[in-house]
């Protein structure tokens, strides 16, 4: 897992350029060259190519020509020289066509013939991916089509079938370019609708996961089995015996009777498991897994509730501020695709990690016996302290997937609507879930004029479903019937009742909780009873003000972050016969890293140009010799995303203890 950045400024990238991986050079910050830095890192991170041997822009000689190839990558230590050529790399802008005759494969092809000793070709746009062998006789080139190209010091063999040792995590955006290839071939291939090819790659993905904590690995296809149809079907068979011995017993409600096969062509499960067997998902950083699986959920699953997928920025902002302990039972009661809690997990992970190593003979390599027991408390958290509830049964089943691909907790998420009475709710919900049980708990709930809640039963729940008057001192009073009862709202936003379950859900007198709230509720003149109701039930611990481009480009609503610790029974009667006097940690982050169209910002200089920083970062790998996971610290330079919540999050923190 990666360790957070040693970040240290070293220099400026002026306006429209970016630094070149391989050289550190300026070049044109273009479509095509967002895909070739991709391809550079991967090569020097994931292949392991020294970078010293490989070379961007390199100049070649075909025929009477001068050609430029987009990556050479050249023999270990040899001079850049045509003759010394040993892979070469075609990187086109998104959505190129591969077979076009002057930037397509055939380009591609032809730098290779009129490379002697050019062995391997790759020809990618992000989405379509293309390796293949140059085959040589008599003068004569044949290129044949491979799963993949090999790595360094790899043969082409192992390259085809890797073993454990050659699977690396996933960096950049790669994962993200494979989950959409994978997606796009089966729509494309299959005819299925998008919501269809989703749930087939997702199971395909899951033999991918538990295989990598099988023994020998036989999540692979072969090279003839992706070209050829009959040899498809063993690639298929050995699949699908992976999803029914392992995958379908380990989580049988995931997949109930007639959704235990993987419904594809025997050539398209070929293709995606060539796509995919590179990778050791289970080492990728969490967050390269959950932007590439949240775009495919979310180009798939989201409804019309106004789910937004909390960004992962935000999801770490609040997840370090609210700071939850392994023997904290936290909870997200719209829970999406689990970004909260897979954040809040893997944080929570890390004190349960760094307690044991503090125990052991030795802190850098733990015995059988220590590392056993650092396993069966990770798996004691995973069943008692992670909980998730989603009203949308797919988005249910997508986080439960999302949660083993990120060290699993995934027992416990349960479709189930939270603004509902408790006593509607699943027997296992009401059981482990009563209002008044959770320690922590962090969410972006639905939000929008057009998902109000109307049902009298569930709005006679909740104190601001009432109607409340202002009072000519400014206060709020809530609105009764001769009867003393509540007068309803015909409707409510949900956010609004959100707010109440949520401060219900959480432990009196000690639960904290973060939620994302549109601004109105904060600073609309209509929704002072809200504010009231908040501040006679909870202590305000902290506001943060985001970036109006948070949620853009698929949602425009200015939102905040709130923290709040519920009060005892104690505190409110206080509350609400007096002001209360405490300070609240305020802060506005306006920019968040990206802009209203998604794109991403960087942090510039005072001269308007982009940051160049040093980075010490610690990665994980496989180890080529024990087939084992191990890390190694690297520098890498990098341009720094201009997002302003790290820094909230630990000033944050930093107020928090000056406050004693």
């Not at 639960?511 to 908040?534: C, D, E, F, K, S």
Request: charged residues 25%; glycine residues 6%.
């Amino acid at each position: 897992m990666t360790a957070p950045p040693v970040e240290v400024a070293i220099g400026s990238v002026p306006e429209g350029k970016r630094i070149d991986f391989l050289t550190g050079r300026f070049i044109s910050d273009t479509p095509e060259e967002y895909i070739r830095q991709n391809l550079e890192k991967a090569l020097v991170r994931q292949y392991h190519y020294p970078g010293k041997d490989c070379a961007p822009e390199f100049r070649i000689k075909v025929g009477s020509s001068a050609k430029r190839a987009d990556i050479a990558v050249f023999q270990p230590g040899a001079e850049h020289k045509q003759e010394n050529i040993y892979l070469i790399v075609e990187t086109k802008k998104l959505g190129s066509n591969p077979y076009a005759k002057k930037d397509g494969i055939d380009q591609l092809q032809s730098y290779m013939a009129a490379s002697v000793n050019a062995q391997y070709g790759l020809w990618t746009d992000g989405d379509q991916r293309f390796p293949f062998a140059k085959r040589s006789s008599g003068g004569l080139h044949t290129f044949e089509s491979l799963t993949d190209i090999p790595a360094f010091g790899q043969t082409e063999e192992d390259a085809q079938r890797p073993r454990r040792r050659d699977l690396w995590p996933a960096t950049g955006d790669n994962l993200l370019f494979a989950f959409r290839r994978c997606h796009n071939y089966i729509a494309g291939t299959e005819g299925m609708q998008k919501p269809e090819a989703f749930w087939e790659l997702l199971k395909v993905i899951f033999c991918k996961i538990e295989d990598e904590r099988s023994g020998v690995l036989q999540f692979y296809a072969t090279p003839t089995e992706r070209t050829d149809a009959v040899a498809a079907a063993t690639a298929k068979a050995r699949i699908q015996k992976i999803m029914a011995e392992k995958v379908v017993r380990k989580y049988p409600s995931f997949f109930p009777p007639g959704d235990q096969t993987i419904d594809l062509k025997a050539n398209v499960v070929a293709f995606i498991v060539s796509e995919l067997q590179r990778y050791a998902l289970l080492l990728s950083h969490v967050d390269v897994k959950g932007i590439a699986y949240e775009e495919i959920v979310g180009s798939n699953l989201r409804g019309d509730r106004g789910e937004f997928f909390t960004p992962r920025n935000a999801c770490r902002m609040a997840v370090t501020m609210l700071d939850p302990k392994p023997t904290e039972r936290i909870l997200d009661p719209a829970c999406g695709t689990g970004g909260f809690l897979i954040t809040a997990m893997n944080h929570a992970l890390h004190r349960i990690e760094a307690a044991e190593k503090t125990e052991w003979r030795n802190p850098e390599k733990g015995t059988d016996e220590e590392l056993q027991e650092l396993y069966r408390k990770r798996s004691e958290y995973f069943l008692g302290w992670v909980f998730g509830l989603d009203l949308n049964p797919a988005l249910v089943r997508a986080a439960k997937m999302n949660m083993v691909m990120n060290n699993d907790g995934s027992g416990n998420l349960y479709q189930c609507d939270s603004l509902s009475h408790p006593h509607t709710w699943n027997p296992d919900v009401a059981k482990h879930l009563p209002l008044g049980s959770v320690d922590v708990l962090m969410t972006n709930p639905p939000f929008g004029a057009r998902i109000t809640i109307d049902d009298e039963n569930v709005l006679s729940q909740y104190d601001l479903a009432a109607m409340w008057d202002e009072q000519p001192d400014g206060t709020w009073k809530m609105r009764r019937d001769k009867n003393g009862e509540p007068v309803l709202q015909k409707s409510q936003p949900p956010e609004i009742l959100f707010i109440e379950r949520c401060l219900k859900f959480l432990k009196e007198g000690t639960g904290r909780m973060a939620m994302v709230i549109p601004n109105g509720i904060l600073n609309n003149p209509a929704m002072g009873y809200v504010r009231q109701w908040i501040l006679h039930n909870a202590q305000v611990i902290a506001i943060v003000d985001m970036a109006r481009e948070l949620f853009q480009p698929k949602n425009d609503t200015q939102t905040s972050m709130m923290l709040l610790r519920r009060f005892s029974a104690k505190e409110r009667e206080v509350a609400a016969s007096s002001k209360l006097d405490y300070p609240i940690f305020m802060a506005v982050a306006e920019k968040i890293g990206h802009d209203k169209r998604g794109n991403t910002i960087y942090r510039r200089t005072e001269t308007g140009d982009d940051l160049i920083i040093m980075r010490r970062e610690v990665q994980s790998e496989i180890d080529p010799e024990t087939g084992l996971e191990r890390t190694r610290e690297v520098e890498v330079s990098d341009l720094l995303p201009d997002d302003e919540l790290p820094e909230v999050a630990t000033a944050f923190r930093k107020w928090l203890g000056e406050q004693g």
